[in-house]
Structures are given as structure tokens and as C-alpha cells.
């Protein structure tokens, strides 16, 4: 019954502190960051899912599906 209210999001949920701004700042001007390598890149992509995405943890990054983003190229074939 607990697990089931806890994964319905019923329980009382200990919020983490934001990430500051600076610590952000930080990240995108670091080479962890740097979208002209594949590392870089491939950090960047998955912090900004996170962000954006996955509010409440990892809870729903295990129910999204590949069919719930669209991703779109510009003229030069470049994502956007």
C-alpha cells in the first residue's frame, strides 16, 4: 500500500534544493557541456531532458517512450 501511494505520488515528497544559477553557468561554459564533441553533447542533451522533462526524478524518465519527442532539422539538416 505504501509503495503504491509512493508511486502514485501521494507521499510527502523532501524537495532538493534548485540547481543555482551559477553551478548551471558553470556547466554550460565547461568542456562536460561542449556540443562540439560527442560526450559533450551527449551530457548537455541529457541534463536539458532532465530539466525540462523530468521534474519529479527518475520516476518518469521510466515511463517516457521515444515517440513522445519529435525532433525537427532546419534547411541545413541541423536538429532544432
Do not use: W
Amino acid at each position: 500500500m505504501c509503495k503504491r501511494i509512493s508511486t502514485e505520488g501521494k507521499s510527502n515528497v523532501q524537495q532538493k534544493r534548485p540547481i543555482d544559477t551559477e553551478d548551471i553557468k558553470k556547466l554550460y561554459s565547461s568542456l562536460a557541456f561542449d556540443i562540439n564533441t560527442q560526450t559533450g553533447l551527449l551530457n548537455m542533451v541529457c541534463f536539458e531532458l532532465c530539466m525540462h522533462f523530468f521534474r519529479r526524478g527518475r520516476d518518469n524518465q521510466r515511463e517516457m517512450k521515444v515517440d513522445m519527442i519529435e525532433f525537427h532539422s532546419d534547411d541545413k539538416g541541423l536538429y532544432l
